[in-house]
């Protein structure tokens, strides 16, 4: 058995909405999955049947090769979880949080105040493990709550969202912590709505949309799947934009596109990025055009979602924008 | 399926239990709630009203006060469980507890724990500074604990509608909210701080009736040694016929939390 997780044909209805409508995975050992979505998409419930929170309406799932449904205490010895929300006991210190759930597994006194000091060493939170969390700075008290879903020692873990709502650079810290998780090898399956997020940490990433996989592969795949590189020239005089795109187009066989802020010119090039990238150059050269920047892009997994989807990521994530309906609130749905 | 053993069920519950407890000791605006509050109203009814509301009964005024309050308090200790309950809920606590291999009814069984304990340490305290501001029992010491029991047991009775309540709606905001809208008629249109018969008519009906008033009746006689047998035949009935209805409510909502 090497699959961590096996899901087959997955369904779950929340009245008249499909939280998820048919849904195929598999996580070998060891390996990180991504799920990538956007708000309402499916994640969460998806999470949920896995982690044995609530039941599939149809379709199998097994985790440490048990079902899910009818084997839910043997998974969930195997399973950590982190959910959206950091689940810690703001009033208690840290310490305390983690005895607490190391008590709660059953482990002896003595053993739970040693599981809980090693957590605590592990994510870096020992300076403040007598303070109460509610001290702590948001990427603290997520560091606590993901050494919370590690105090059973899982071989499977879930993190639903696990950076949404923090800091750059706190959201680079979790990253961290997430790689030398898997350093250890656990299996791990994330969520995420943040593409750079799954680019950064997964080994296999599967696009869901209202509650279907759309696309699945690693990133490279993904990102090749949806068209070739670009190259983006920018320009150091605004007289020189016309010029240079008339190059590049006839350079690439394509059609450029000239942004006048930016004084930026774009063309797709294929696969021969890096020779069509030397070939630019020297045209450029010859027509004695001075250029502020040049550079190769291939297509972030952004581009992926847009033209899997007809629709950005992020769009709803933020609960001021125009698709409200789609905004935060939803997530309390997903469930 | 997936049933826990009894031990762990227990130990689990125990666990949760401690953990609750030492919140509250960390929160000061629990402990405010739970035993500041209530002696105030102690002191506020014994000298501030008290002198305003005339009572038929020998002691007068804060021997008819006393039962009324610590019933109130219990009632209002819950609370702080209904509050409790939803805001781990909403954070997710629940959830992460429901993907342990623990006993699932330990988040219920542990808190409905601490919280009995909560509601004993309560009306302790009330009950000290009755005894100070000039409160005594005029029967034995049988009828005096049985009064404190009845206190304690209504409170946990009361907690598990407030449980309910608390898993229901899972949000603090409207489980404060909502909670006013009924324990505040029901505690204060009884017989705890005055007369029913002092009451308009209509009034008296409702009063009356309700499950706040017998409860009280059945303490106040116990307290000052008036007979109570039927007044506590009927408070066990409403007890065991609210905790029959809510006690399953409640566990059945809290399974459909995902």
Redesign the interface.
Known sequence: MNNAIEAYDLRKSYGQVKALDGIDLSVEKGKILGVLGPNGAGKTTLVKILTTLTHPDSGRCLVAGFDVVSQARQVREKIGLTGQTTAIQEELTGAENLEIMARLYHMPKKAAKLKALELLERFDLVDAKDRAAKTYSGGMKRRLDLAASLVGSPSILFLDEPTTGLDPRARIGMWKVIENLVGGGTTLLLTTQYLDEADELADEIIVIDKGKIIAKGTSDELKRNIGGDVLNVQVAHENDLTEVSLALEKLAAATATISREELIVRVGVGSRGSAALAEALRELDRLQISIADISLRRPSLDDVFLSLTGHAPTEGANPQGSNVGRGRKKSSDER | ??ASPIS?TI??AV??A??DL??WL??PSFIFFSIIQPVMFVLLFRYVFGGAINVPNAGGYVDFLMPGIIAQSAAFASFGTAIGLAKEI????V????????ARS?VINGRLLADTLRIAITTLVILFVGILVGFRFHDSLLEAISMIVLAIVFGVVITIVSAYCGIALKNEESVQSFGLVWLFPLTFVSSAFVPVQSMPGWMQVFANNQPVTIVVNAMRNLALGQPSGHDVLLSAIWLIAIAAVFTPLAVRSFSKI?
């Open positions: 399926m997936n762990e130990s689990d666990v949760i401690k953990r030492l919140v960390r929160v909403q954070l997710g606590v959830d992460r507890f429901r993907s342990m291999p623990m330990a995902s």
